[in-house]
């Protein structure tokens, strides 16, 4: 299983401070046909899966957890276990405190995307992203970010506004999104992506879209394709 299993916290808790659920959520091969998580409780709940990524509450007093991959034989082809949620990670005090607004961006249609985050310490950088009329994620997570540069951003959906969202690599300067035929070259806040889509874009079902990670001297070091279908 190809995965990067991060935390977020549940409706009314933030990135910096206590919440009764998590979100878990992360990204998997194509051979794999179903996630199932198995709770410290003894329960099992099966993982959204769709379009290659999952997703699933977990109530914090349920960790440790395992995430377990099958093909669609049933057979084992991945496991992940994870110790606790990210809010309990052993994240110094000077990353959870330091947390506050670093961006607040509008959307045509009156959606708005809040991203608060703090500094990195510890090797640790505690984040909550918001959208309103929508969810929200986050928690206090490895940084920076490991892996392909792009692989943690997604489309959030704010009503009849679309943003595209998350955290980056350190060596991204800004993306280019490109969709329908329009390219447009957004510059990264502190590590995180916030861009709104143009409302008559984000009112398109579905839109297709191409990023591209430049660094500071604009060279292309990564790409990635998303679509929403709603």
């Excluded at 916290?9 to 794999?32: F, T």
């Excluded at 405190?97 to 509008?106: D, G, M, Y």
Aim: hydrophobic share 40%; net charge negative.
């Amino acid at each position: 299983m190809t995965s990067r299993v991060y935390a977020a916290p549940g409706h009314g808790g933030a990135g910096s401070g206590p919440s009764e659920y998590s979100i878990i959520g992360g990204l998997a091969s194509d051979d794999v046909a179903a996630i199932k998580v198995f709770l410290g409780s003894g329960a099992v709940l099966d993982a959204g899966l769709h379009d290659n990524a999952y997703l699933a509450r977990i109530a914090r007093s349920d960790y440790p957890i395992r995430i377990v991959a099958y093909d669609q034989d049933g057979r084992v082809i991945g496991l992940e276990t994870v110790e606790n949620d990210g809010m309990s990670s052993p994240a110094p005090a000077e990353a959870r405190k330091s947390v506050h607004e670093i961006a607040r961006v509008n959307a045509d249609g009156g959606g708005e995307l809040v991203i608060r985050a703090g500094v990195a310490a510890g090797g640790y950088r505690c984040y909550e992203i918001r959208v309103s009329f929508g969810g929200q994620e986050g928690g206090c997570t490895p940084w920076p970010p490991q892996g392909e540069p792009l692989q943690l951003l997604s489309l959030q959906r704010s009503d009849k506004d679309l943003f595209l969202t998350g955290p980056v690599a350190d060596a991204v300067d800004s993306v280019r999104v490109t969709f329908n035929g329009k390219a447009v070259t957004s510059k990264t806040i502190e590590g995180f992506v916030a861009y709104p889509f143009p409302a008559d874009k984000a009112a398109t079902a579905p839109i297709t879209v191409v990023i591209r990670a430049l660094d500071g001297r604009g060279h292309e070091i990564a790409k990635r394709g998303l679509e929403t279908n709603h």
